[in-house]
């Protein structure tokens, strides 16, 4: 784990809903190469936008110096990298740390970051793929496109609230991309059809992979259709929570559980004799029935 201090060196707006930062560091950033690959980000703790309280490496983790304030943290996807550079893309909404710092941003602000971690991971016999994202994951999709193969046939899928949040994707051969309106916090998402119809029940599995990211509630009935009525094993998806509607409320009810709630979920990964995936079924199966 390394830190590492990136100061503001350009902002660019994107479209109605989307800004770019983009980040001048130190030293070359040390990418993982995977489309998807994220970092946490470390805000400023007070009003000077130039003052963040960097935490320091504690073997694969980090720790807040003793004494020194905690910087808020927030997961966001590294949308570029370049020689001493990287480009970080946020969506802009009301309220949310990172969403009113990136609204106020301008050269020579700074933010902490960590090393990156990449979740993508097809199969080596990957022939066909479906990439699907709400707004959020745009940032990841662009990267993801950039890198398909040309013999590797890719379907994406991308929900937006209007056509003032559409970006200009990357060109490549064998991509077909489809815009959806709804979701992303204004309405029913449309991600769950969309998956089914992309893999409906009657599509072999042979050389294909699914990689769909987008808000948790929706996401956990996509990852039960893929995983149970499609029977994919782990290597063949990826599914990719960025975002809890009413976020800060749910991490609020969350920190708040009764100890005993907290205990029970604890206890589900530390079961490590049984698989990650049949651990995960069962730690969304007790959010939902805390009612989170």
Not at 73 to 87: C, G, I, K
Not at 110 to 139: E, F, H, I, K, M
Not at 236 to 264: H, M, S
């Given at each position: 784990?390394?830190?590492?201090?990136?100061?503001?060196?350009?902002?660019?707006?994107?479209?109605?809903?989307?800004?770019?930062?983009?980040?001048?560091?130190?030293?070359?950033?040390?990418?993982?190469?995977?489309?998807?690959?994220?970092?946490?980000?470390?805000?400023?703790?007070?009003?000077?936008?130039?003052?963040?309280?960097?935490?320091?490496?504690?073997?694969?983790?980090?720790?807040?110096?003793?004494?020194?304030?905690?910087?808020?943290?927030?997961?966001?996807?590294?949308?570029?990298?370049?020689?001493?550079?990287?480009?970080?893309?946020?969506?802009?909404?009301?309220?949310?740390?990172?969403?009113?710092?990136?609204?106020?941003?301008?050269?020579?602000?700074?933010?902490?970051?960590?090393?990156?971690?990449?979740?993508?991971?097809?199969?080596?016999?990957?022939?066909?793929?479906?990439?699907?994202?709400?707004?959020?994951?745009?940032?990841?999709?662009?990267?993801?496109?950039?890198?398909?193969?040309?013999?590797?046939?890719?379907?994406?899928?991308?929900?937006?609230?209007?056509?003032?949040?559409?970006?200009?994707?990357?060109?490549?051969?064998?991509?077909?991309?489809?815009?959806?309106?709804?979701?992303?916090?204004?309405?029913?998402?449309?991600?769950?059809?969309?998956?089914?119809?992309?893999?409906?029940?009657?599509?072999?599995?042979?050389?294909?992979?699914?990689?769909?990211?987008?808000?948790?509630?929706?996401?956990?009935?996509?990852?039960?259709?893929?995983?149970?009525?499609?029977?994919?094993?782990?290597?063949?998806?990826?599914?990719?929570?960025?975002?809890?509607?009413?976020?800060?409320?749910?991490?609020?009810?969350?920190?708040?559980?009764?100890?005993?709630?907290?205990?029970?979920?604890?206890?589900?990964?530390?079961?490590?004799?049984r698989d990650e995936e049949d651990l995960r079924d069962d730690?969304?199966?007790?959010?939902?029935?805390?009612?989170?």
């Amino acid at each position: 784990m390394r830190i590492f201090r990136g100061e503001v060196s350009a902002v660019n707006r994107l479209s109605a809903t989307m800004i770019r930062v983009t980040l001048a560091l130190t030293e070359d950033f040390p990418t993982t190469g995977v489309g998807d690959e994220y970092v946490r980000l470390f805000f400023p703790h007070g009003a000077d936008r130039r003052e963040v309280s960097l935490p320091e490496p504690h073997g694969d983790y980090w720790r807040t110096p003793e004494g020194a304030p905690e910087a808020p943290m927030r997961t966001y996807t590294v949308r570029a990298v370049r020689p001493r550079e990287l480009d970080v893309d946020f969506v802009v909404h009301d309220g949310g740390i990172a969403a009113r710092w990136a609204l106020g941003a301008r050269p020579g602000d700074v933010l902490g970051l960590n090393s990156p971690t990449g979740l993508y991971d097809p199969p080596a016999d990957l022939r066909w793929q479906v990439l699907v994202c709400d707004l959020t994951g745009l940032p990841a999709m662009a990267r993801l496109i950039t890198g398909v193969p040309d013999d590797v046939t890719t379907k994406v899928i991308a929900e937006i609230p209007g056509d003032d949040s559409r970006l200009d994707l990357p060109e490549r051969p064998n991509v077909e991309v489809t815009w959806l309106r709804g979701g992303n916090g204004t309405g029913p998402s449309r991600l769950g059809e969309a998956v089914r119809a992309a893999v409906p029940p009657s599509r072999p599995l042979d050389g294909g992979y699914v990689w769909v990211s987008g808000a948790t509630d929706t996401l956990r009935a996509v990852r039960r259709y893929l995983r149970k009525e499609r029977g994919l094993p782990a290597a063949r998806y990826k599914v990719i929570g960025y975002w809890t509607p009413n976020g800060e409320a749910w991490a609020e009810r969350f920190r708040t559980l009764p100890a005993d709630d907290q205990r029970r979920l604890d206890a589900i990964w530390e079961d490590t004799a049984r698989d990650e995936e049949d651990l995960r079924d069962d730690y969304e199966a007790e959010l939902e029935r805390l009612g989170l």
